[in-house]
């Protein structure tokens, strides 16, 4: 690949998204990135990977895009503090819909902002080798797609902002352009609030009959499978339903595990409290 005129400064390059995109810049010739970090942790493992770090101070004013790559709580901050710092007709990207939808980023009249987050890869992917079998966040050989909205800013900054989401988050086989409401109705509402917590209680399932003397592995195999082909049965993955047993069975279980009126997350009042406790300390 040949050089673009796009230099990126990926902030917070050490940190746990932040090494992830590090690894895909790193195999790419096309872009001129500044790794900038400051914590022990992240400069550690910028050090065990080779990579020279650039302060932000220098690395900021010159970059078409700046992408930050850090925690939510401290996002708002650190944004007011490179934002003002950026070139006009620059790019600021973020990883999460949770401090934009918040009112935390700092903006510009002559800056866009495009967010982009990895949709991880699907359960049903099928993956030709054990490592990306095993590749379950992405970002190195299973491939995943990918969501992006522009925030604010023009077309060309979307563009842009794309093509950039779509090399440091490969390899990705669609991008699903959306808005910032959509994502933040995608995460947290859908993914952390609704689906994460159905399977934490899952997983509380599984300790509680384990403790009551059924085999730890036995149990294991026994909700794993069932998953599997519970979630191909209700997403369509194949011709099937569940049996009429099964289904008198959820009937009954949805009243005992949730409460009336639980559909309210997916309301962006409800969201923006979401995503404020996210954002707050």
Request: charged share 25%; hydrophobic share 40%; proline share 5%.
């Given at each position: 690949m040949s050089k673009s005129n796009n230099m990126i400064a990926l902030i917070g390059a050490g940190g746990k998204m932040g090494c992830r995109l590090t690894d895909n810049f790193r195999k790419r010739d096309d872009y001129t990135v500044h790794y900038v970090e400051i914590s022990p942790t992240g400069l550690e493992n910028l050090r065990q990977r080779g990579v020279d770090v650039t302060d932000a101070a220098s690395a900021v004013p010159l970059a078409d895009v700046v992408i930050l790559a850090v925690p939510d709580v401290a996002i708002g901050r650190i944004s007011h503090d490179l934002v003002p710092k950026m070139k006009p007709g620059a790019l600021l990207m973020t990883?999460?819909?949770?401090?934009?939808?918040d009112g935390q980023i700092a903006s510009r009249p002559d800056v866009g902002c495009v967010i982009a987050h990895p949709c991880h890869p699907s359960v049903f992917n099928?993956?030709?080798?054990?490592?990306?079998f095993r590749d379950f966040y992405g970002g190195v050989s299973a491939k995943q797609a990918i969501v992006c909205a522009l925030m604010s800013g023009s077309e060309a900054d979307y563009q842009l902002g794309e093509r950039v989401a779509t090399d440091m988050?490969?390899?990705v086989s669609r991008v699903h352009r959306i808005t910032l409401e959509q994502m933040a109705i995608l995460e947290p509402a859908l993914v952390e609030t609704l689906a994460q917590t159905c399977m934490e209680v899952v997983r509380e399932g599984y300790d509680t009959i384990?403790?009551?003397?059924?085999?730890?592995?036995a149990a294991r195999d026994f909700v794993l499978g069932h998953l599997r082909i519970q979630i191909a049965v209700l997403f369509k993955e194949v011709n099937g339903t569940f049996s009429d047993a099964a289904y008198k069975i959820s009937k009954r279980a949805k009243p005992v595990l949730f409460r009336e009126g639980w559909k309210k997350i997916f309301e962006l009042d409800d969201i923006r409290e979401q995503v404020r406790d996210i954002t707050t300390k």
């Amino acid at each position: 690949m040949s050089k673009s005129n796009n230099m990126i400064a990926l902030i917070g390059a050490g940190g746990k998204m932040g090494c992830r995109l590090t690894d895909n810049f790193r195999k790419r010739d096309d872009y001129t990135v500044h790794y900038v970090e400051i914590s022990p942790t992240g400069l550690e493992n910028l050090r065990q990977r080779g990579v020279d770090v650039t302060d932000a101070a220098s690395a900021v004013p010159l970059a078409d895009v700046v992408i930050l790559a850090v925690p939510d709580v401290a996002i708002g901050r650190i944004s007011h503090d490179l934002v003002p710092k950026m070139k006009p007709g620059a790019l600021l990207m973020t990883l999460d819909p949770a401090a934009p939808l918040d009112g935390q980023i700092a903006s510009r009249p002559d800056v866009g902002c495009v967010i982009a987050h990895p949709c991880h890869p699907s359960v049903f992917n099928w993956e030709p080798t054990e490592q990306g079998f095993r590749d379950f966040y992405g970002g190195v050989s299973a491939k995943q797609a990918i969501v992006c909205a522009l925030m604010s800013g023009s077309e060309a900054d979307y563009q842009l902002g794309e093509r950039v989401a779509t090399d440091m988050y490969s390899p990705v086989s669609r991008v699903h352009r959306i808005t910032l409401e959509q994502m933040a109705i995608l995460e947290p509402a859908l993914v952390e609030t609704l689906a994460q917590t159905c399977m934490e209680v899952v997983r509380e399932g599984y300790d509680t009959i384990v403790a009551k003397g059924v085999p730890a592995d036995a149990a294991r195999d026994f909700v794993l499978g069932h998953l599997r082909i519970q979630i191909a049965v209700l997403f369509k993955e194949v011709n099937g339903t569940f049996s009429d047993a099964a289904y008198k069975i959820s009937k009954r279980a949805k009243p005992v595990l949730f409460r009336e009126g639980w559909k309210k997350i997916f309301e962006l009042d409800d969201i923006r409290e979401q995503v404020r406790d996210i954002t707050t300390k």
